[in-house]
Structures are given as C-alpha cells and as structure tokens.
C-alpha cells in the first residue's frame, strides 16, 4: 500500500492498527528484515499441556494437595514446584483451598434411635425434664491457657495488656 503511494495514516486506518505500527514495520520491510513472529523472550511456561490437565483434574478431589501434585509430575517428567501449582490453581482456574466441612455421621440406626426418642418423651411436662440427669465424660485442664492466636485484646499499647500466667505442663481431671 506505501509503496503504491497510500500515506501511512491511511494504511493504518484501513488495517486498524496504530500509525507507528505501519512506520516500524515500513523501516523493516525497507531494510530487508521479515515479518515473520521473531521468537518470544522472556521466561517459557513451565507448566505443559499434560501438567494444566493433571492439575485441573485433580480440583474437587481429596488427598490432593499441591506438593503431592509436584511429586508426582516430577516422576513422570515434568518437575514443577507446588508454588507454580497453587499458582496456577488460584490465578488461572480461580480455585481456593478449602476445609471440607465435618458433619455427623448419622446411620439409618442413629436416626430411628432419635426419631423413637423424640416421639416417646414428645409430651413431657417441664417438670418430667427437670428429673432427667444429662451426663458425659469430658477431659478438662486446670489452670488452662486460652489460644492465643484467637484471644486477641485491643489496646493503645502493649504496657496496658494484661499477661496471661500459665502453668507449663497443667494437670487434667476427667469429669
């Protein structure tokens, strides 16, 4: 098109490319160069295509974290950290690891059990539940420290929080 006497303006509105796009690639054509894709810089992917397959099978499924992965592309051939496929999980294919929620395991024995309770004590008077003594087992330690990570005080400074004294080995009474 330059070459048939069309400006380079109007060679880039035709293509829909930008004007300096035209220019560079004018200069190379006039000195001698292709225009051909060069080879790309910069760091290659690590992960092929069979690894993003294992990965994304791998999403939804237990006892599949992200080191186990790495160990086993490694022995097939693709050694790839557990950084790069939590990587991958979290910012191509938007996975977050998850705790499984725990939820009573309830037989169909448990639920006739329960089921025939409630209906044989359905019309008990509160003074009928008063008679009733609740009991379990339950390990409990003396002078017992809270966790600290969720026992959190606010404070201006650290002068005005209180310590907490525990004692390092604490005696245990089952109740």
């Not at 048939?4 to 303006?9: D, R």
């Not at 290659?44 to 099978?57: E, F, M």
């Not at 008063?130 to 966790?147: A, G, I, M, R, T």
Request: proline share 6%; hydrophobic share 35%; net charge positive.
């Amino acid at each position: 098109m330059l070459e048939g006497g069309i400006t380079q303006k109007e060679v880039a509105t035709r293509l829909s490319v930008g004007v300096r796009s035209v220019r560079r690639w004018w200069s190379q054509h006039k000195c001698g160069e292709t225009m051909e894709t060069k080879p790309r810089s910069g760091r290659p992917q690590i992960l092929k295509r069979v690894s993003r397959i294992v990965i994304k099978k791998s999403l939804g499924k237990r006892r599949q974290s992200t080191r186990k992965l790495s160990r086993r592309l490694s022995i097939k051939g693709n050694p790839i950290s557990h950084m790069t496929i939590q990587r991958h999980l979290a910012q191509r294919l938007d996975a977050r690891p998850y705790k499984r929620p725990k939820w009573p395991k309830l037989t169909q024995k448990i639920k006739e059990n329960r089921l025939k309770f409630a209906r044989d004590h359905e019309n008990w008077s509160f003074e009928d539940w008063n008679k009733v003594f609740w009991s379990d087992e339950s390990p409990f330690e003396l002078f017992h420290s809270p966790n600290r990570q969720n026992d959190r005080v606010w404070a201006i400074g650290s002068q005005n929080i209180e310590p907490i004294f525990q004692v390092k080995f604490p005696a245990k009474i089952m109740v």
